[in-house]
């Protein structure tokens, strides 16, 4: 079974930084592509980010370029978001998406989320 | 960007009726196209891929079409498990995006 695991979050004053984890079992990790998919309150669903399997390749939303990081370690199963110069509109529900072979794809696996709050 | 328009925001039916959830795309994503179910506090589930293909366990009443620009998600005959919210994301093109969602909300 696949499971998805996100941890990280929490509460953070505009200007801070964060690293969200997203721990992977159930699958090999290594041949699929993840994903960063995140949902404000009350609001719809935006994609956020996304690397490629091997992580060779990483793709971001205009709205996050330059401030937000994916990565991945496939030794420990594990996708990162390093997130940089939070603002206010930066709180949500951050979800870990599983994709599939290919970087640009569906999801066909979320994890459970995982909430971040950008606030004085 | 692909923008994906959704509509109606808001559908009230009741159990039992068919219901039809509209997505249209602002320039063609051939058959790129999914559909996603998500219930209040949960994590989006994948339905619907490539416009028509149904994901692992999803019940048949569920069923998609359409191509290039407009598609249809369609569930012949609503559950009262199925009112719920309804998103669709395209992949054919960089930055990947979603619709704003559909509600299906008891009549």
């Known amino acids: 079974e696949v499971q998805l695991l996100e941890s990280g979050g929490g509460l953070v004053q505009p200007g801070g930084s964060l690293r969200l984890s997203c721990a992977a079992s159930g699958f090999t990790f290594s041949s699929y592509a993840m994903s960063w998919v995140r949902q404000a309150p009350g609001k719809g669903l935006e994609w956020v980010s996304a690397i490629s399997s091997g992580g060779g390749s990483t793709y971001y939303a205009d709205s996050v370029k330059g401030r937000f990081t994916i990565s991945r370690d496939s030794s420990k199963n594990t996708l990162y978001l390093h997130i940089d110069s939070l603002r206010a509109e930066d709180t949500a529900v951050y979800y870990c998406?599983?994709?599939?072979?290919?970087?640009?794809?569906?999801?066909?696996?979320w994890g459970q989320g995982i909430l971040v709050t950008v606030s004085s | 960007e692909i923008v994906l328009t959704q509509s109606p925001a808001t559908l009230s039916l009741s159990p039992g009726e068919r219901a039809t959830l509209s997505c249209r795309a602002s320039?063609?994503?051939?058959?790129?196209l999914a559909w996603y179910q998500q219930r209040r506090g949960q994590a989006p589930r994948l339905l619907i891929y490539?416009?028509?293909k149904r994901a692992t366990g999803i019940p048949a009443r569920f069923s998609g079409s359409g191509s290039g620009t407009d598609f249809t998600l369609t569930i012949s005959s609503l559950e009262p498990e199925d009112f719920v919210v309804y998103y669709c994301q395209q992949r054919s093109n960089w930055p990947l995006t979603f619709g704003g969602g559909t509600k299906v909300e008891i009549k």
């Open positions: 490539d416009a028509s």
């Open positions: 998406a599983k994709a599939g072979a290919s970087s640009i794809s569906y999801y066909d696996n």
């Open positions: 320039q063609s994503v051939s058959s790129y």
